[in-house]
DNA sequence: TTGACTTATATGTCTAGACATATAATCGTA
DNA sequence: TACGATTATATGTCTAGACATATAAGTCAA
Protein backbone atom coordinates (compact mmCIF):
# COMPACT_ATOMS: atom_id res chain seq x y z
CA UNK A 1 0.00 0.00 0.00
CA UNK A 2 1.97 2.68 -1.29
CA UNK A 3 1.35 5.85 0.98
CA UNK A 4 3.47 8.43 -0.92
CA UNK A 5 4.77 7.76 -4.18
CA UNK A 6 8.22 8.97 -5.68
CA UNK A 7 8.24 12.54 -5.57
CA UNK A 8 9.10 13.00 -9.51
CA UNK A 9 6.45 11.62 -10.47
CA UNK A 10 4.35 13.77 -8.81
CA UNK A 11 2.14 15.83 -11.35
CA UNK A 12 1.79 19.42 -9.32
CA UNK A 13 3.80 21.35 -6.88
CA UNK A 14 1.45 21.32 -4.11
CA UNK A 15 0.92 17.76 -4.32
CA UNK A 16 4.20 16.52 -3.79
CA UNK A 17 4.88 19.14 -1.10
CA UNK A 18 2.05 17.74 0.65
CA UNK A 19 3.01 13.88 0.08
CA UNK A 20 6.20 15.15 0.99
CA UNK A 21 4.84 15.74 4.57
CA UNK A 22 2.48 13.39 4.87
CA UNK A 23 5.89 10.93 4.00
CA UNK A 24 7.24 12.19 7.05
CA UNK A 25 4.41 12.27 9.54
CA UNK A 26 3.62 8.62 8.63
CA UNK A 27 6.80 7.15 9.30
CA UNK A 28 7.47 9.13 12.43
CA UNK A 29 10.06 10.94 11.39
CA UNK A 30 8.06 13.87 12.38
CA UNK A 31 6.48 12.79 15.50
CA UNK A 32 3.61 14.67 17.02
CA UNK A 33 4.01 17.46 18.34
CA UNK A 34 6.73 18.22 16.18
CA UNK A 35 6.32 22.17 14.24
CA UNK A 36 6.86 21.55 10.77
CA UNK A 37 8.77 24.36 8.93
CA UNK A 38 6.82 27.56 8.49
CA UNK A 39 5.19 28.40 5.13
CA UNK A 40 7.99 31.16 4.28
CA UNK A 41 10.73 28.10 4.62
CA UNK A 42 8.61 25.65 2.46
CA UNK A 43 8.54 29.12 -0.11
CA UNK A 44 12.16 29.22 0.00
CA UNK A 45 12.75 25.51 -0.05
CA UNK A 46 10.25 24.65 -2.95
CA UNK A 47 11.00 27.78 -4.78
CA UNK A 48 7.65 28.85 -5.20
CA UNK A 49 4.86 31.58 -4.03
CA UNK A 50 2.48 30.95 -0.68
CA UNK A 51 -0.24 30.26 -1.90
CA UNK A 52 1.49 26.99 -3.05
CA UNK A 53 2.47 25.56 0.25
CA UNK A 54 -0.67 26.95 1.93
CA UNK A 55 -3.12 24.59 -0.73
CA UNK A 56 -0.47 21.72 0.78
CA UNK A 57 -0.79 22.63 4.30
CA UNK A 58 -4.25 23.64 4.06
CA UNK A 59 -5.66 19.80 2.99
CA UNK A 60 -3.28 18.50 5.43
CA UNK A 61 -4.96 20.52 8.14
CA UNK A 62 -8.08 19.26 6.75
CA UNK A 63 -7.55 16.27 6.74
CA UNK A 64 -6.49 16.28 10.32
CA UNK A 65 -2.91 15.57 9.95
CA UNK A 66 -1.45 18.70 10.83
CA UNK A 67 -2.73 21.22 12.99
CA UNK A 68 -2.05 25.27 12.07
CA UNK A 69 -1.63 28.15 14.97
CA UNK A 70 -1.46 31.53 14.46
CA UNK A 71 1.92 33.07 15.13
CA UNK A 72 3.30 29.54 16.93
CA UNK A 73 3.25 27.67 12.90
CA UNK A 74 1.90 24.17 11.76
CA UNK A 75 1.99 20.95 14.14
CA UNK A 76 1.85 17.41 13.46
CA UNK A 77 -1.30 16.37 15.60
CA UNK A 78 -1.37 14.22 18.12
CA UNK A 79 -4.31 11.71 16.82
CA UNK A 80 -6.32 10.83 19.60
CA UNK A 81 -9.07 9.09 18.90
CA UNK A 82 -9.13 6.51 15.87
CA UNK A 83 -11.23 7.51 13.60
CA UNK A 84 -12.00 4.49 10.82
CA UNK A 85 -13.84 4.82 7.89
CA UNK A 86 -16.34 2.64 7.44
CA UNK A 87 -17.71 1.38 4.44
CA UNK A 88 -21.50 -0.60 4.54
CA UNK A 89 -22.29 -0.85 0.88
CA UNK A 90 -25.51 -1.36 -0.56
CA UNK A 91 -26.08 -5.15 0.07
CA UNK A 92 -26.44 -5.93 -3.69
CA UNK A 93 -23.28 -3.92 -4.55
CA UNK A 94 -21.44 -5.80 -1.79
CA UNK A 95 -22.55 -9.43 -3.22
CA UNK A 96 -21.95 -8.42 -6.36
CA UNK A 97 -18.33 -7.07 -5.70
CA UNK A 98 -17.65 -10.41 -4.17
CA UNK A 99 -18.25 -12.26 -7.69
CA UNK A 100 -21.26 -14.21 -5.61
CA UNK A 101 -24.52 -14.06 -7.32
CA UNK A 102 -27.37 -11.65 -5.57
CA UNK A 103 -30.32 -12.98 -4.42
CA UNK A 104 -33.48 -11.34 -3.27
CA UNK A 105 -36.81 -12.83 -1.18
CA UNK A 106 -39.41 -10.25 0.39
CA UNK A 107 -41.20 -11.62 3.39
CA UNK A 108 -43.57 -9.72 4.48
CA UNK A 109 -44.68 -5.89 3.19
CA UNK A 110 -47.37 -3.73 5.32
CA UNK A 111 -48.89 -0.59 4.58
CA UNK A 112 -50.20 0.38 8.15
CA UNK A 113 -50.80 3.77 10.75
CA UNK A 114 -47.58 4.47 12.49
CA UNK A 115 -48.37 2.52 15.79
CA UNK A 116 -46.42 3.74 19.18
CA UNK A 117 -43.95 1.07 18.37
CA UNK A 118 -42.99 2.71 14.91
CA UNK A 119 -43.03 5.99 15.99
CA UNK A 120 -40.72 5.55 18.49
CA UNK A 121 -38.09 3.41 16.26
CA UNK A 122 -38.16 6.32 13.42
CA UNK A 123 -37.83 9.05 16.58
CA UNK A 124 -41.32 11.18 15.36
CA UNK A 125 -43.49 12.32 17.45
CA UNK A 126 -46.10 11.92 15.02
CA UNK A 127 -46.55 10.32 11.51
CA UNK A 128 -49.36 9.50 9.21
CA UNK A 129 -48.50 5.99 7.28
CA UNK A 130 -45.25 3.95 7.19
CA UNK A 131 -44.30 1.35 5.00
CA UNK A 132 -42.79 -2.11 7.18
CA UNK A 133 -40.66 -4.17 4.59
CA UNK A 134 -38.86 -8.12 5.51
CA UNK A 135 -37.06 -9.32 3.38
CA UNK A 136 -33.91 -11.91 3.04
CA UNK A 137 -30.49 -10.97 0.89
CA UNK A 138 -28.49 -14.18 -0.17
CA UNK A 139 -25.28 -14.93 -1.74
CA UNK A 140 -25.29 -17.83 -4.05
CA UNK A 141 -28.45 -19.29 -2.39
CA UNK A 142 -27.25 -19.03 0.90
CA UNK A 143 -29.04 -16.57 3.29
CA UNK A 144 -26.07 -13.03 3.74
CA UNK A 145 -28.55 -11.01 5.80
CA UNK A 146 -31.96 -10.38 6.91
CA UNK A 147 -33.59 -7.12 6.75
CA UNK A 148 -36.54 -5.32 8.89
CA UNK A 149 -37.50 -2.00 7.73
CA UNK A 150 -39.85 1.07 8.40
CA UNK A 151 -40.03 3.78 5.83
CA UNK A 152 -41.97 6.60 7.10
CA UNK A 153 -44.67 7.94 3.93
CA UNK A 154 -44.67 11.33 4.48
CA UNK A 155 -40.84 11.84 3.91
CA UNK A 156 -41.42 9.15 0.88
CA UNK A 157 -44.78 9.14 -0.52
CA UNK A 158 -43.47 7.39 -3.51
CA UNK A 159 -42.52 4.28 -1.41
CA UNK A 160 -46.09 3.61 -1.12
CA UNK A 161 -46.19 2.01 -4.33
CA UNK A 162 -42.59 1.19 -5.23
CA UNK A 163 -42.61 -2.44 -5.95
CA UNK A 164 -40.05 -4.08 -3.33
CA UNK A 165 -41.36 -7.89 -4.41
CA UNK A 166 -37.71 -7.65 -6.91
CA UNK A 167 -35.56 -4.25 -6.02
CA UNK A 168 -34.72 -4.32 -2.12
CA UNK A 169 -35.43 -1.25 -0.17
CA UNK A 170 -32.66 -0.28 0.13
CA UNK A 171 -30.95 0.20 -3.15
CA UNK A 172 -35.20 1.88 -4.10
CA UNK A 173 -34.26 4.35 -1.45
CA UNK A 174 -31.01 5.09 -2.97
CA UNK A 175 -31.40 5.99 -5.69
CA UNK A 176 -35.04 7.88 -5.07
CA UNK A 177 -33.81 9.83 -1.65
CA UNK A 178 -30.84 11.50 -2.49
CA UNK A 179 -28.58 12.83 0.14
CA UNK A 180 -29.40 11.67 2.98
CA UNK A 181 -27.76 11.33 6.21
CA UNK A 182 -27.39 8.60 8.95
CA UNK A 183 -26.32 6.87 11.99
CA UNK A 184 -25.20 3.46 12.38
CA UNK A 185 -25.23 1.19 15.40
CA UNK A 186 -23.36 -1.99 15.60
CA UNK A 187 -24.28 -4.55 17.81
CA UNK A 188 -24.71 -8.19 18.60
CA UNK A 189 -27.23 -10.64 19.46
CA UNK A 190 -28.29 -14.26 19.24
CA UNK A 191 -30.54 -15.56 17.00
CA UNK A 192 -33.92 -16.54 18.20
CA UNK A 193 -36.21 -19.06 16.67
CA UNK A 194 -36.79 -16.36 13.43
CA UNK A 195 -33.95 -15.41 12.73
CA UNK A 196 -32.20 -18.16 12.97
CA UNK A 197 -34.85 -20.08 10.21
CA UNK A 198 -34.72 -17.39 8.20
CA UNK A 199 -30.38 -17.03 8.00
CA UNK A 200 -29.91 -20.78 8.21
CA UNK A 201 -28.25 -20.61 11.24
CA UNK A 202 -28.49 -22.76 14.27
CA UNK A 203 -30.79 -20.90 17.58
CA UNK A 204 -27.99 -19.32 19.71
CA UNK A 205 -25.89 -18.49 17.28
CA UNK A 206 -24.06 -15.40 17.37
CA UNK A 207 -25.55 -12.42 14.46
CA UNK A 208 -23.81 -9.16 13.70
CA UNK A 209 -26.95 -6.51 14.18
CA UNK A 210 -26.60 -2.84 12.20
CA UNK A 211 -29.29 -0.13 12.67
CA UNK A 212 -29.11 2.46 10.61
CA UNK A 213 -31.41 5.06 11.44
CA UNK A 214 -31.28 8.03 8.60
CA UNK A 215 -32.64 11.19 7.82
CA UNK A 216 -32.63 14.46 5.45
CA UNK A 217 -32.72 17.74 6.39
CA UNK A 218 -34.44 17.11 9.78
CA UNK A 219 -36.91 15.02 7.92
CA UNK A 220 -36.79 11.11 9.34
CA UNK A 221 -36.46 8.85 6.01
CA UNK A 222 -36.34 5.14 7.38
CA UNK A 223 -34.96 3.08 10.21
CA UNK A 224 -33.14 -0.33 9.58
CA UNK A 225 -32.10 -3.31 11.55
CA UNK A 226 -29.82 -5.68 8.98
CA UNK A 227 -28.54 -9.07 10.92
CA UNK A 228 -25.53 -10.90 9.39
CA UNK A 229 -24.66 -14.06 11.19
CA UNK A 230 -21.57 -12.99 12.91
CA UNK A 231 -19.36 -15.81 12.34
CA UNK A 232 -19.94 -15.63 8.33
CA UNK A 233 -19.85 -11.67 7.76
CA UNK A 234 -17.00 -9.40 8.69
CA UNK A 235 -17.43 -5.71 8.38
CA UNK A 236 -13.74 -4.06 7.38
CA UNK A 237 -12.40 -0.66 8.53
CA UNK A 238 -9.16 1.09 7.84
CA UNK A 239 -8.10 4.26 9.16
CA UNK A 240 -4.89 6.36 9.58
CA UNK A 241 -3.84 7.75 12.45
CA UNK A 242 -3.67 6.75 16.24
CA UNK B 1 -28.77 31.68 -1.04
CA UNK B 2 -28.83 35.34 0.24
CA UNK B 3 -26.07 37.29 -1.90
CA UNK B 4 -28.59 40.64 -0.81
CA UNK B 5 -28.42 40.03 3.17
CA UNK B 6 -24.93 40.14 3.63
CA UNK B 7 -23.85 38.39 6.41
CA UNK B 8 -21.73 40.05 8.58
CA UNK B 9 -20.96 37.87 11.39
CA UNK B 10 -20.78 34.91 8.89
CA UNK B 11 -16.28 34.02 8.87
CA UNK B 12 -15.17 34.43 5.50
CA UNK B 13 -16.21 34.70 2.05
CA UNK B 14 -14.98 31.25 0.84
CA UNK B 15 -16.83 29.27 3.73
CA UNK B 16 -20.27 30.91 3.02
CA UNK B 17 -20.03 29.82 -0.82
CA UNK B 18 -19.17 26.13 0.45
CA UNK B 19 -21.89 26.50 3.47
CA UNK B 20 -24.32 27.63 0.53
CA UNK B 21 -23.81 25.04 -1.82
CA UNK B 22 -23.57 22.15 0.79
CA UNK B 23 -26.94 23.12 2.05
CA UNK B 24 -28.12 22.72 -1.56
CA UNK B 25 -27.30 19.67 -1.86
CA UNK B 26 -27.92 17.90 1.65
CA UNK B 27 -31.58 19.48 1.28
CA UNK B 28 -31.76 18.10 -2.53
CA UNK B 29 -32.58 21.19 -4.13
CA UNK B 30 -29.64 20.02 -6.20
CA UNK B 31 -29.77 16.52 -6.76
CA UNK B 32 -27.25 13.91 -8.00
CA UNK B 33 -26.09 15.01 -11.14
CA UNK B 34 -27.32 18.55 -10.77
CA UNK B 35 -24.75 21.12 -12.28
CA UNK B 36 -23.83 23.57 -9.94
CA UNK B 37 -22.94 26.89 -11.32
CA UNK B 38 -19.22 27.63 -13.36
CA UNK B 39 -16.98 29.18 -11.09
CA UNK B 40 -17.29 32.01 -13.10
CA UNK B 41 -20.65 32.59 -12.33
CA UNK B 42 -20.14 31.72 -9.16
CA UNK B 43 -17.45 34.75 -9.33
CA UNK B 44 -20.44 37.50 -11.11
CA UNK B 45 -22.76 36.12 -7.94
CA UNK B 46 -20.42 37.20 -4.93
CA UNK B 47 -18.56 39.19 -6.52
CA UNK B 48 -15.24 38.19 -5.46
CA UNK B 49 -12.11 36.13 -7.26
CA UNK B 50 -12.14 32.79 -8.75
CA UNK B 51 -9.33 31.64 -6.44
CA UNK B 52 -11.96 32.23 -3.92
CA UNK B 53 -14.85 30.12 -5.61
CA UNK B 54 -12.22 27.48 -6.27
CA UNK B 55 -11.36 27.30 -3.08
CA UNK B 56 -14.77 26.76 -1.64
CA UNK B 57 -15.01 23.56 -4.71
CA UNK B 58 -12.24 22.74 -4.37
CA UNK B 59 -12.93 21.62 -0.28
CA UNK B 60 -16.35 20.32 -1.50
CA UNK B 61 -15.13 17.88 -4.26
CA UNK B 62 -12.38 16.79 -1.66
CA UNK B 63 -15.21 16.05 0.98
CA UNK B 64 -16.66 14.13 -2.12
CA UNK B 65 -19.83 16.48 -2.49
CA UNK B 66 -19.52 17.21 -5.51
CA UNK B 67 -17.15 16.07 -8.68
CA UNK B 68 -15.39 18.27 -10.92
CA UNK B 69 -14.94 17.62 -14.74
CA UNK B 70 -12.96 19.83 -17.02
CA UNK B 71 -14.24 21.60 -19.73
CA UNK B 72 -17.89 20.40 -18.37
CA UNK B 73 -18.46 21.88 -14.99
CA UNK B 74 -18.75 20.60 -11.57
CA UNK B 75 -21.77 18.09 -10.25
CA UNK B 76 -23.73 16.73 -7.18
CA UNK B 77 -21.86 13.45 -6.87
CA UNK B 78 -24.70 10.44 -6.62
CA UNK B 79 -23.03 8.79 -3.21
CA UNK B 80 -22.31 4.89 -4.73
CA UNK B 81 -21.35 3.79 -0.92
CA UNK B 82 -22.33 4.52 2.30
CA UNK B 83 -19.13 5.84 3.79
CA UNK B 84 -19.45 6.17 7.63
CA UNK B 85 -16.70 7.18 10.03
CA UNK B 86 -16.36 5.41 13.22
CA UNK B 87 -14.74 6.65 15.79
CA UNK B 88 -13.32 4.17 18.43
CA UNK B 89 -11.74 5.45 21.28
CA UNK B 90 -9.33 4.31 23.63
CA UNK B 91 -11.45 2.72 25.90
CA UNK B 92 -10.12 4.30 28.73
CA UNK B 93 -11.29 7.67 27.18
CA UNK B 94 -13.85 6.29 26.09
CA UNK B 95 -15.29 5.49 29.79
CA UNK B 96 -14.18 8.38 31.17
CA UNK B 97 -15.77 10.41 28.77
CA UNK B 98 -19.39 8.85 29.39
CA UNK B 99 -18.83 10.51 33.00
CA UNK B 100 -17.98 6.23 34.37
CA UNK B 101 -15.39 5.41 36.61
CA UNK B 102 -12.44 3.46 34.72
CA UNK B 103 -11.37 0.35 36.25
CA UNK B 104 -8.07 -1.50 34.77
CA UNK B 105 -6.68 -5.27 35.38
CA UNK B 106 -3.90 -6.92 33.73
CA UNK B 107 -5.12 -10.36 33.34
CA UNK B 108 -1.66 -11.86 31.97
CA UNK B 109 1.42 -10.90 30.04
CA UNK B 110 4.23 -13.06 28.33
CA UNK B 111 6.98 -12.47 26.83
CA UNK B 112 7.87 -15.27 24.72
CA UNK B 113 9.98 -15.77 21.21
CA UNK B 114 7.16 -15.57 18.26
CA UNK B 115 5.59 -19.18 17.74
CA UNK B 116 3.86 -19.87 14.61
CA UNK B 117 0.31 -18.63 15.53
CA UNK B 118 1.91 -15.16 16.92
CA UNK B 119 3.52 -15.00 13.38
CA UNK B 120 0.29 -15.52 11.89
CA UNK B 121 -1.43 -13.42 13.47
CA UNK B 122 0.43 -10.25 13.45
CA UNK B 123 0.96 -11.18 9.34
CA UNK B 124 5.35 -11.05 9.37
CA UNK B 125 7.23 -14.04 8.33
CA UNK B 126 9.93 -14.13 10.93
CA UNK B 127 9.53 -12.22 13.97
CA UNK B 128 11.86 -12.09 16.90
CA UNK B 129 9.96 -12.09 20.35
CA UNK B 130 6.49 -10.91 21.00
CA UNK B 131 4.13 -9.59 24.01
CA UNK B 132 1.08 -11.27 24.71
CA UNK B 133 -1.20 -9.09 26.94
CA UNK B 134 -4.51 -10.27 28.02
CA UNK B 135 -6.15 -7.43 30.67
CA UNK B 136 -9.68 -6.20 31.68
CA UNK B 137 -11.37 -2.54 31.06
CA UNK B 138 -14.33 -2.12 33.39
CA UNK B 139 -16.90 0.72 33.81
CA UNK B 140 -17.54 1.79 37.16
CA UNK B 141 -16.24 -2.13 38.41
CA UNK B 142 -18.75 -3.81 35.84
CA UNK B 143 -16.29 -5.24 32.99
CA UNK B 144 -16.89 -3.56 29.80
CA UNK B 145 -14.50 -5.37 27.53
CA UNK B 146 -11.80 -8.26 27.30
CA UNK B 147 -8.71 -7.71 25.57
CA UNK B 148 -6.37 -10.04 24.09
CA UNK B 149 -3.02 -8.14 22.16
CA UNK B 150 0.32 -9.36 20.66
CA UNK B 151 2.99 -6.41 20.66
CA UNK B 152 5.89 -7.09 18.17
CA UNK B 153 8.99 -6.00 19.97
CA UNK B 154 10.90 -6.05 16.91
CA UNK B 155 9.01 -2.84 15.93
CA UNK B 156 8.48 -1.37 19.61
CA UNK B 157 11.30 -2.66 21.95
CA UNK B 158 10.14 -0.20 24.59
CA UNK B 159 7.07 -2.44 25.11
CA UNK B 160 9.47 -5.36 26.58
CA UNK B 161 9.76 -3.40 29.76
CA UNK B 162 6.77 -1.53 30.10
CA UNK B 163 4.42 -1.87 32.69
CA UNK B 164 1.70 -2.77 31.99
CA UNK B 165 -0.01 -3.54 35.22
CA UNK B 166 -1.12 -0.59 35.87
CA UNK B 167 -1.13 1.55 31.91
CA UNK B 168 -3.44 -0.29 29.72
CA UNK B 169 -1.04 -1.32 26.62
CA UNK B 170 -3.70 0.51 24.03
CA UNK B 171 -3.11 3.78 26.11
CA UNK B 172 0.33 2.91 26.28
CA UNK B 173 1.15 2.43 22.69
CA UNK B 174 -1.08 5.48 21.57
CA UNK B 175 1.64 7.27 23.71
CA UNK B 176 5.02 6.04 22.22
CA UNK B 177 4.43 4.63 18.50
CA UNK B 178 2.77 7.78 17.16
CA UNK B 179 1.03 7.51 13.07
CA UNK B 180 0.20 4.08 12.69
CA UNK B 181 -2.11 2.66 10.12
CA UNK B 182 -4.65 0.13 11.15
CA UNK B 183 -7.61 -2.23 9.82
CA UNK B 184 -10.04 -3.06 11.83
CA UNK B 185 -12.34 -6.38 11.28
CA UNK B 186 -16.26 -6.35 13.62
CA UNK B 187 -18.08 -9.23 14.06
CA UNK B 188 -19.63 -11.23 16.50
CA UNK B 189 -19.30 -14.56 18.99
CA UNK B 190 -21.10 -16.10 21.74
CA UNK B 191 -19.29 -16.12 24.73
CA UNK B 192 -17.09 -19.33 25.68
CA UNK B 193 -16.46 -20.40 29.69
CA UNK B 194 -13.56 -17.96 29.67
CA UNK B 195 -14.65 -15.37 27.69
CA UNK B 196 -18.22 -15.63 29.89
CA UNK B 197 -16.24 -15.44 33.25
CA UNK B 198 -14.10 -12.21 32.31
CA UNK B 199 -17.18 -10.20 31.07
CA UNK B 200 -19.22 -11.66 33.62
CA UNK B 201 -22.11 -12.51 31.53
CA UNK B 202 -23.97 -15.82 30.73
CA UNK B 203 -21.79 -19.00 28.98
CA UNK B 204 -23.49 -18.16 24.82
CA UNK B 205 -24.48 -14.50 25.75
CA UNK B 206 -23.46 -12.41 22.63
CA UNK B 207 -20.03 -10.60 21.95
CA UNK B 208 -18.94 -8.11 19.47
CA UNK B 209 -16.02 -8.65 18.79
CA UNK B 210 -12.90 -6.01 17.29
CA UNK B 211 -9.88 -6.97 15.73
CA UNK B 212 -7.52 -4.33 14.99
CA UNK B 213 -4.52 -4.75 13.36
CA UNK B 214 -2.06 -2.12 13.31
CA UNK B 215 1.40 -1.36 11.55
CA UNK B 216 3.68 1.67 10.57
CA UNK B 217 5.06 1.93 7.23
CA UNK B 218 4.89 -1.37 6.21
CA UNK B 219 6.18 -2.65 10.05
CA UNK B 220 3.59 -4.53 12.02
CA UNK B 221 3.03 -2.98 15.34
CA UNK B 222 0.54 -5.08 17.00
CA UNK B 223 -2.69 -7.34 16.72
CA UNK B 224 -5.72 -7.31 19.15
CA UNK B 225 -8.61 -8.78 19.69
CA UNK B 226 -11.71 -6.73 22.12
CA UNK B 227 -14.38 -8.35 23.49
CA UNK B 228 -17.81 -6.27 24.15
CA UNK B 229 -20.82 -7.94 25.85
CA UNK B 230 -23.11 -7.50 22.76
CA UNK B 231 -26.38 -6.76 24.72
CA UNK B 232 -24.81 -3.45 26.30
CA UNK B 233 -22.27 -1.87 24.22
CA UNK B 234 -22.71 0.35 21.04
CA UNK B 235 -20.28 0.72 18.21
CA UNK B 236 -22.25 4.21 16.72
CA UNK B 237 -20.63 5.47 13.20
CA UNK B 238 -22.33 8.78 11.72
CA UNK B 239 -22.17 9.66 8.03
CA UNK B 240 -23.31 11.76 5.00
CA UNK B 241 -24.59 10.78 1.72
CA UNK B 242 -25.89 7.65 0.71
C1' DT C 1 -22.23 7.20 -40.59
C1' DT C 2 -17.88 7.25 -38.86
C1' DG C 3 -13.49 8.74 -37.69
C1' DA C 4 -9.96 12.35 -37.37
C1' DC C 5 -8.98 16.99 -36.63
C1' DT C 6 -9.84 21.56 -34.59
C1' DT C 7 -11.66 24.74 -31.35
C1' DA C 8 -13.73 26.54 -27.37
C1' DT C 9 -14.00 26.43 -22.59
C1' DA C 10 -14.09 25.07 -17.58
C1' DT C 11 -11.18 23.56 -14.41
C1' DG C 12 -6.14 23.01 -12.41
C1' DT C 13 -2.37 25.21 -10.90
C1' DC C 14 0.45 29.08 -9.91
C1' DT C 15 2.21 33.99 -8.94
C1' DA C 16 3.39 38.19 -6.35
C1' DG C 17 1.59 40.81 -4.06
C1' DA C 18 -2.12 42.74 -0.09
C1' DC C 19 -4.43 43.35 4.40
C1' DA C 20 -6.62 40.99 8.46
C1' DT C 21 -6.17 38.57 12.74
C1' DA C 22 -4.87 35.80 16.45
C1' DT C 23 -1.34 35.20 19.62
C1' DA C 24 3.53 34.24 21.40
C1' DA C 25 6.94 37.03 23.11
C1' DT C 26 8.59 41.11 24.96
C1' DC C 27 8.55 45.09 27.71
C1' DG C 28 7.04 48.15 31.21
C1' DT C 29 4.85 48.99 35.43
C1' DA C 30 2.74 48.25 39.94
C1' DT D 1 6.80 38.81 41.10
C1' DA D 2 2.68 39.46 38.69
C1' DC D 3 0.07 41.59 35.34
C1' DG D 4 -1.27 44.60 31.57
C1' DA D 5 0.03 46.79 27.25
C1' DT D 6 2.71 46.54 23.10
C1' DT D 7 4.93 44.39 19.28
C1' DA D 8 6.30 40.98 16.12
C1' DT D 9 5.01 37.31 13.30
C1' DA D 10 2.78 33.16 11.22
C1' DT D 11 -1.28 31.96 9.49
C1' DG D 12 -6.03 33.22 7.11
C1' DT D 13 -8.07 35.15 3.43
C1' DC D 14 -8.26 37.49 -0.86
C1' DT D 15 -7.06 39.66 -5.56
C1' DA D 16 -6.28 40.07 -10.52
C1' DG D 17 -4.10 38.36 -13.27
C1' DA D 18 -1.39 34.05 -16.00
C1' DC D 19 -0.64 29.71 -18.56
C1' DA D 20 -1.60 24.63 -18.66
C1' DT D 21 -4.62 20.88 -19.73
C1' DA D 22 -8.34 17.89 -20.38
C1' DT D 23 -12.30 17.42 -22.99
C1' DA D 24 -17.08 18.51 -24.90
C1' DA D 25 -18.52 20.04 -29.06
C1' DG D 26 -18.18 21.30 -33.58
C1' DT D 27 -16.09 20.58 -38.38
C1' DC D 28 -14.83 18.15 -42.18
C1' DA D 29 -13.38 14.43 -44.95
C1' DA D 30 -13.57 9.39 -46.11
Known sequence: MSLATDAADQPTL???IRA???????????????????EHELVARYGCSRMTVNKA????????????????GSFVRRPQH???VLTIADIRAEI???????????IGRKLRAATAADRDRLGVKKAGKVVAIACRHSADKVPFAVEDRLIDLSSVPDAATADFSREPPGSWLLHHVPWTEAEHTISAIVA????????DIAVGAPCLVIDRYTWRSARTITAVRLLYPGDSHRLVARFKGG
Open 14 to 16: YKR
Open 20 to 38: DIEKRILTGEWPPGHRIPF
Open 57 to 72: LSELAQADLIERRRRA
Open 82 to 84: QSA
Open 96 to 106: TALGRSYGYEL
Open 192 to 199: DDRTAEAL
